[in-house]
């Protein structure tokens, strides 16, 4: 079952909470590609110092501002794509970033794409995994409440447990890079190191 819009629409702390055990689902020509969320991180906007939207809007970040549940891809280091989720209300620049995935279907093509074979690294940091799915800046704003963009996420089974800790990567944002805004399924070996 495709999760619906009223599931991102929900407060962006639930939200990157809720999103572990989910299903992210992305489906190209070469084939269909799925893994289960296990690591995520929250970003609130004009309020989050480590947020792409904490100055405001900017044609980089507009999607952010219209509805949830509509993707947020960008560029680091000239080189990686990174994935991130529209939460909450229009008008308010909240997304929750994918940092890793537990692979469980289309794995071969995964590990073509990575040019690896070892599991467990195929999608454990956001880069990781955009590679691994093929998922590009071409994917900026999709909505992933449907099936027409080629990638939406699927209900999962939720974790027994979470857990919450500081963000990564982040020192420029001062006293915001310790705000226990990511989260995970302890213990998940899939988890980014």
């Known amino acids: 079952m495709i999760l619906d819009r009223a599931f991102y629409q929900q407060d962006t702390l639930e939200a990157a909470r809720a999103l572990l055990g989910q299903i992210l689902v992305r489906r190209t020509p070469d084939g269909e590609t799925r893994g ?55 008008g308010k620049p909240e997304v929750v970033l994918l940092r890793a995935l537990e692979p469980c279907c289309g794995i071969e093509l995964m590990q073509r794409r990575r040019k690896m074979e070892k599991r467990r690294a195929l999608c454990s940091g956001p880069g990781k995994l955009c590679m691994a799915m093929d998922i590009t800046r071409g994917l900026y704003g999709a909505d992933l409440c449907g099936q027409a963009d080629g990638l939406w996420l699927e209900k999962g089974e939720a974790p027994a447990e979470t857990a919450a800790s500081p963000r990564i990567n982040i020192d420029y944002a001062g006293a915001a890079r310790d705000w226990p805004w990511r989260f995970t399924i302890p213990g998940n070996p899939y988890i980014s190191k």
Do not use: F, W
């Not at 690591?39 to 501002?65: M, N």
């Open 36 to 90: 289960i969320i296990v690591e995520t991180e929250a970003y609130l906007g004009e309020i989050d110092p480590a947020a792409h939207s904490y100055k405001g809007d900017s044609r980089r970040v507009r999607v952010q501002y219209g509805p949830a549940g509509h993707a947020y891809v960008y560029l680091i280091y000239g080189m990686y794509c990174c994935m991130n989720i529209t939460t909450g209300p229009p």
